[in-house]
């Protein structure tokens, strides 16, 4: 029952060129056609061409439709839209070069509202419409028209448009550059951060703008300046501007009046998760995982587990990552089974689901201090996996009285002892710190006292303030002893912290009810 729900709902959720004539709203997408043909020629993405003009030789290639319903938000109303796609799988190596393109790290934005409640900056969110077809084309290359629209004849593309390889890098290079760009020249003037090539920063004012394609962030209260950009942006693109955001990359924010408070949640997504794995009337429970039970590659496997949607919904879980670090050590064990699938594995994901729905409404609050501080737990799981033997790392960050980074990941190498398993997830740790210290400089914001790292493993602590232990850490990879340059330099400082008090130990493995209940609210509040 499970499998055929999802897979009607996959089905219903695909809108063609053929299966769009027969519905009652058509009319609609024949109007969002329309549109998009429109708003194609007005950018001078394409011009009509003869067929005799096109060089012997050379490719036309084809185009199609994808239609999709955007749902209302709190924001705007339901959209339809229709997009204009090149079959860019059909591409030789000719008609394209670069292809990759950097999109913004979400830990990035969580960095970034932590310094908007810090210096009681405002944000504005832009959603800038078709912005690939603003994207001066690198080549020269013909496309045939979409279905429907045949008697346009042959088209020359002149700007970049959907489903070609190169049309994000293409897409990054003109908002980068227009971003970049000297005021005298007709740019904005801003400053690319290099732990962050989507994040930009004005030089005189303190003033960000971060960049997920073509979602645009402003942080700043400087009104003057914020109407400077949107005219700018206005000049050059189509905007929908949604001035203060309630939403950004699926991510919810509640701000407070004043803003100097933002809860960041997902409380919109989790309830469409639990719809579409048919889990909204589910009992909720207390705990993403129960820690007496321990998941393995050789747990039985039922002949209907190859019929599970099992990847959609790790998929679906990973999302959820980005304001619920309270679930990452369960979704990161769930995720190691993608091939397996056991029953087992199945009902540890559906127990993740009935956690989240009692939890739905939860998230990571960012709250205004005094001061702009970093605080660090990290811990480690040695020898966790009963397969390979791998120990696991795990550490949270915070800033502004929420987390900011957090990590649940298994080690690459195996652990000999449970110090060397510390030792390398505080190599993590720092290496992460020393990405937001970098980031935070080029932000300007300034760090008050020391960077503080809680540590239960006095032997780890030890091997990162002395070279001790020598015998026992020679075989241990010289990358991670930079650990005590750093310490040396104090960058960091070290703390040792009781087990149970330990926050991190959350992000190892699947803790008794009892301490998961102790320290969730530290991570995630309502």
Known sequence: EEVRAFTAKIDTDKLTDRNIKFRDDYQKFVVAKDEEIENAFDTGTFKRVEKYDVPAGTKIYNMMWVHKIKPATKLEPERYRSRLCVLGNRQDANSYSQTFAAVAKVKMFRLLLSVSVFFGLRMTQIDISNAFMYANLDREMYVHP???????????????????????????????????????????????????????????????????????????????????????????????????????????????????????????????????????????????????IRLSRTDPVSESAANRPYRSLIGGLLYTLGSRPDAASAIRTCSQYMAEGADLHWQADKRILRYLKGTKEKGVVYTKQDEYRLQAYCDSDWAQDPDDRKSVTGYVIYAQGGPVAWKSKKQATVARSSAEAEYVALADTISELLWIKMALSELEVPIAGEIEIHIDNAAAQSM??????????????????????VVKAKVVSLYHVNTKENIADLFTKAVSWVDFKKHVGSLVTS
Request: with cysteine; proline share 4%; glycine share 6%.
């Open 464 to 485: 990162a303030e002395n070279p001790v232990n020598h015998e026992r850490t020679k075989h241990i990879d010289t990358a991670f002893h930079f650990i005590r340059e």
């Open 146 to 292: 979409p279905p429907g629209y045949e008697h346009l004849g042959v088209l020359k593309l002149e700007k970049s448009l959907y489903g070609l390889k190169q049309a994000p890098r293409l897409w990054y290079d003109t908002m980068a550059g227009l971003l970049t760009k000297k005021v005298s020249e007709g740019g904005l003037g801003f400053r690319q951060l290099k732990s962050d090539v989507c994040c930009f920063t004005h030089p005189t004012k303190r003033c960000y703008v971060l960049m997920y394609v073509d979602d645009i962030c402003i942080f700043t209260k400087d009104e003057e300046l914020r109407q400077e950009i949107l005219s700018c942006l206005k000049e050059n693109f189509k905007l929908r501007n949604f001035d203060t955001s309630g939403v950004y990359l699926g991510l919810e924010l509640d701000w407070s009046e004043n803003g100097d408070r933002v809860k960041v949640h997902q409380t919109s997504y989790i309830e469409k998760l639990l719809q579409v794995f048919r889990m909204e009337d589910c009992d909720a429970v207390n705990a993403p995982a129960l820690s007496k």
